[in-house]
């Protein structure tokens, strides 16, 4: 109800919180129990669902791919509260994840050895860092443009309330308009370079071994 004009204690208006669960390529098929149990453990551990607590943040998990579960969060309580995650509920959602993988015999990708593939040695070129360098620039959750852009259009509806500055907070509007298409071009750029950003080296040739009669 308070979108677009709420702001967070830390002055931003990142409101949903977006988590995804992926299943190693090589593991077992969850049962719908089994998917429900990983949503309310991982909802539990970022705090967004506490038990016996009714007012908390309103969530959802839903499964539209196999082997892939989001779950999305509203961080607003309906009384108006901000939903505050932990400061290091990162850290807490991975050691809870590698949890899960041994309660649920799950692969892990911190135990996953080598593959059996035929590998090549990579070695990174002048276009790996450039493609880093814009994908960074282009990110839309924690990159400076869209940071920069977040505080213009909440600037923006501000000034939009006072009839004397509607002319000030169009401006502004269209110029956040303009740093997403920066956003949306940089990332383009980026995908385009991260193309070519690993050159391939193929791996020495077999030594042969000469053995006389």
Known sequence: MEHPFAASPGDDRAAILHLDVRLHPDDRDLTGLEWAEVAHRLARTAGIEIPGKESGCAWIAVQARPGRLDLIANLIHLDGAWHAPPTDVLRRLVDEARRIEQDLHLISPVRTGPTTRPALRMAPTAS????????????????????????????????????????????????????????????????????????????SPPRSVHRSP
């Open 128 to 203: 790996a860092q450039l493609a880093s360098v814009l994908t960074q620039l282009a990110d839309e959750q924690a990159g400076p443009l869209a940071a920069a852009r977040g505080l213009i259009e909440h600037t923006a509806h501000r000034f939009a309330r006072q009839s004397e500055a509607v002319d000030t907070a169009h401006r502004l509007e269209l110029l956040a308009r303009r740093l997403l298409a920066l956003q949306q071009d940089l990332h383009t750029t980026a995908a385009q370079v991260a193309q070519a950003r690993i050159a391939a080296v193929p791996p």
